[in-house]
């Protein structure tokens, strides 16, 4: 029985003018009789020969960690590229994925097909200790108002009372998340990855967000010292990124794990109230609970490997 297999990679690129992210390479690889990928295997490379249609004529391989190289076939791009491989369980999506910053040096397999037009392909794509944060953060300050659709809420007025000023530390924000806490009723300012603590403070915000990202968390000390100064003085939240700079801004270690998180139905067990809530999750790594010092507590664990 025939099987394919989709990558996509995508190369999110801030458009620091609308403050805007838009995909600026991507690419799709797909391979006829594959079953699967190989376990534990988590860095693949792509080389694809010049051609003048390769989505009509182009050889491609995957070459995996291991050794072993996949026969494929390719369209919309040419080059070498090289990423890490993740499989994404959500049912739909591709498109927020390949808008996501968080995706960044990422190879995302999915199974449905796509008929949209795929552009250049992306280059020099690595993981393990490299700050992809730069690359996705807005360069200057700026303030958010945009809301969400109003036919997207549970009720038709919303009105949250007194307005809450948020800062929010973009090391790849997605849109979504903005839209949310305007909703709300928050005032958002957000800053880039390296903006100073105590110009942050002299906003007196009501809290400060610290937001998802691609990459390595340890291989970004700035914003670990960033979250040390933070914490205290203001209320903080983290999310994706953001929850292992805090993590490690405690104390705590973080550590590459064997199998990501991709997808966005990952059961977690909340421990204070002793339920479990369905997430979307995308990060290959995690907090070391063993790492943490005596009095910080953790209150979620993901239900699938008790990370």
Known sequence: MSHTVRFLMSHMVRDHMNHTVRPRDCMTIESHGVVGIIPNVRIAQIALNKVDRPWKTADTRLALEDGSIWMAKSFGARGTQVGEVVFNTSLTGYQEI??????????????????????????????????????????????????????????????????????????????????????????????????????????????????????????????????????????????????????????????KMKFGHHGGNHPVGNLRRGCVEISAQNHNYAIDPASLPVGVEVTHINLNDNS
Request: aromatic letters at 10%.
């Open 98 to 255: 390949l808008t996501d910053p968080s995706y960044a040096g990422v190879l995302s397999t999915e199974e449905s097909k796509s008929d949209k037009e795929l552009v250049e392909m992306a280059r020099q794509w690595k993981i393990v200790g490299v700050d992809l944060i730069s690359d996705v953060s807005c360069k200057t300050p700026y303030t958010w108002s945009e809301k969400t659709d109003l036919e997207w809420e549970f009720k038709n007025v919303v009105d949250h009372g007194e307005e809450f000023h948020v800062v929010a530390y973009d090391f790849g924000i997605k849109h979504n998340i903005l839209r949310r806490l305007a909703s709300y009723g928050c005032k958002i300012t957000v800053v880039p990855s390296k903006w100073p603590a105590a110009e942050t403070l002299e906003m007196k915000p009501d809290g400060v967000l610290f937001s998802n990202g691609p990459g390595d968390p340890s291989a970004v000390p700035y914003a670990v010292e960033i979250v040390e100064d933070l914490i205290g003085k203001v209320p903080v939240f983290g999310i994706c990124m953001g929850h292992q700079l805090i993590g490690q801004a405690l104390g705590g270690k973080t550590f």
